[in-house]
C-alpha cells in the first residue's frame, strides 16, 4: 500500500511540479501534460510520462514533446518526438483528439501513436484519458500507454 501511495504521489508531483517548469506559456501554444503507466509487452507496469507542446496558430503543430518510461530504478526510456513527422486530429467538439508520429530513443526509431478522450473542464484547462502504444518498425508492442493528462488552452 506504501509503495502505490509513494507512486501515485510521485506522478502527481511530476504532473503539477516538475513538467510545467519545461512548458513556455504563449498564447498560441498548447500543452499536453500527463502522467500514468506504460504496460511492456511481459505485462509489467513502469511509470510513465508524457509532454507535448503544440503550436494551435493554424491547426495542430506539434513542435516537441517526449514520453518517458522508468523501466527500473536506474533505467529510464525517453522517447523525443520527431516533431515534423506528428500528425493531430481534434474533433470539433473537442472530446476526442489523436495523434501520431515518429519518437527516437538511443537513435532508434519507433512510432508512437495517442488517442484522448475529455473526462471534464477545469479553470485550467480539459482532462483527457489518453492511451496509445510505441510500436518497433516491424510492427511489435514495445509499451502500451495509459495516461490522464490535463491539455490547455485547447482551441
Same mark, same amino acid.
Given at each position: 500500500?506504501?509503495?502505490?501511495? !509513494? #507512486?501515485?504521489?510521485?506522478? =502527481? $508531483?511530476?504532473? +503539477?511540479?516538475? +513538467?510545467? =517548469? $519545461? #512548458?513556455?506559456?504563449?498564447?498560441? /501554444?498548447?500543452?499536453?501534460?500527463? #502522467?500514468?503507466?506504460?504496460?511492456?509487452?511481459?505485462? =509489467?507496469?513502469?511509470?510513465?510520462?508524457?509532454?507535448?507542446?503544440?503550436?494551435?496558430?493554424?491547426? !495542430?503543430?506539434?513542435?516537441?514533446?517526449?514520453?518517458?518510461?522508468?523501466?527500473?530504478?536506474?533505467?529510464?526510456?525517453? !522517447?523525443?518526438?520527431?516533431?515534423?513527422?506528428?500528425?493531430?486530429?481534434?474533433?470539433?467538439?473537442?472530446?476526442?483528439?489523436?495523434?501520431?508520429?515518429? =519518437?527516437?530513443?538511443?537513435? +532508434?526509431?519507433?512510432?508512437?501513436?495517442?488517442?484522448?478522450?475529455?473526462? /471534464?473542464?477545469?479553470?485550467?484547462?480539459?482532462? !483527457?484519458?489518453?492511451?496509445?502504444?510505441?510500436?518497433?518498425?516491424?510492427?511489435?508492442?514495445? +509499451?502500451?500507454?495509459?495516461?490522464?493528462?490535463?491539455?490547455?488552452?485547447?482551441?
Amino acid at each position: 500500500m506504501k509503495k502505490a501511495i !509513494y #507512486a501515485i504521489s510521485m506522478m =502527481v $508531483l511530476l504532473l +503539477v511540479v516538475a +513538467v510545467p =517548469v $519545461l #512548458a513556455v506559456d504563449d498564447a498560441d /501554444r498548447t500543452h499536453l501534460r500527463g #502522467a500514468g503507466i506504460a504496460i511492456d509487452n511481459e505485462n =509489467v507496469s513502469h511509470k510513465s510520462g508524457i509532454w507535448i507542446a503544440l503550436n494551435t496558430t493554424d491547426g !495542430y503543430e506539434v513542435k516537441r514533446g517526449f514520453i518517458f518510461v522508468i523501466y527500473g530504478f536506474h533505467e529510464r526510456g525517453i !522517447y523525443h518526438l520527431a516533431a515534423d513527422t506528428w500528425s493531430v486530429t481534434v474533433s470539433e467538439d473537442k472530446s476526442t483528439f489523436t495523434a501520431e508520429g515518429k =519518437v527516437v530513443s538511443d537513435e +532508434v526509431e519507433y512510432t508512437a501513436s495517442i488517442e484522448g478522450e475529455f473526462l /471534464r473542464d477545469t479553470k485550467a484547462g480539459k482532462i !483527457y484519458l489518453v492511451t496509445g502504444n510505441i510500436v518497433d518498425s516491424d510492427g511489435n508492442i514495445i +509499451v502500451d500507454l495509459y495516461y490522464l493528462a490535463h491539455v490547455e488552452n485547447l482551441s
